[in-house]
Each structure stands twice: as C-alpha cells, then as structure tokens.
C-alpha cells in the first residue's frame, strides 16, 4: 500500500501517527503498540518507532516512526494488514490520522 507520497525509493519516511482511544484504554493502545515495536526489533527496514502519550492526555497516543525506504514500511503495512493485533488496536482506537513528513535531517539517523 503506498500513501501518494512523492519521496524517492531509496529515501528514508518519516512519520508521526496519533491514535485517540475510547476513554481510559490508551494504556492499552500503548501496550499493544509497544509490543508491535518490539517484533520490529529484527527488521532492519525499521530505524525508530517510538510510542509515546500525549502529557495531560493519557489516551491520546502518538507513535514516531522511521522507515529506511518507502518500500520497507509498504513491507511492513502488507504484513500486518488485516492482522488480530491490528484488529485489538483498532477495537481500542476512536481516531486516528498519519502524518507522512519529509526528513531534512537533525541529530540521530538521517540521510547521509
């Protein structure tokens, strides 16, 4: 599944989803997700994906990605696709969006 965006194969994406869960279950959410993080460990197409909450907003969760070519996290989103753990997340989620990003660079894994 490609998102439209107009990087380069060989260019690294970036992005910041953020998930609102049904009152008092982003404990949950953040749970799952970090589980999820944790299958990644061996994917090397995966560089960071960081789960975080939203301070004074415990349901609001927020995952920072990056992936080393749009080809990997298509990879990734066909594997999971339709998935039980994707299926327990999306029980626990009200909304949601994807915020795709293009990294110009910074302190941490970037583009040589």
Same mark, same amino acid.
Not at 50 to 74: M, Y
Not at 94 to 98: H, I, L, N, S, T
């Given at each position: ?24 279950? #982003? ?13 990644? +460990? #061996? +994917? ?14 415990? +349901? ?33 989620v ?5 915020v795709?990003?293009?990294?110009? #660079?910074?302190? #941490?894994?970037?583009?040589?």
């Open positions: 599944m490609t998102n439209g965006s107009t990087q380069g194969a060989g260019e690294r994406v970036a992005r910041y989803g953020k998930m609102v869960a049904s009152a008092g279950r #982003g404990g949950e959410v953040a749970e799952l997700l970090l589980a999820a993080a944790a299958e990644m +460990d #061996g +994917d090397p197409g995966c560089e960071l994906y960081l789960v975080q909450h939203e301070t004074g907003a415990p +349901d609001t969760i927020w995952v920072t990605e990056l992936w080393r070519s749009q080809a990997d996290l298509d990879q990734a989103i066909a594997q999971i696709r339709g998935s039980e753990s994707v299926a327990q997340v999306m029980a626990l009200e909304a949601g969006e994807a795709e990003l293009t990294l110009l #660079g910074g302190k #941490g894994p970037v583009p040589a």
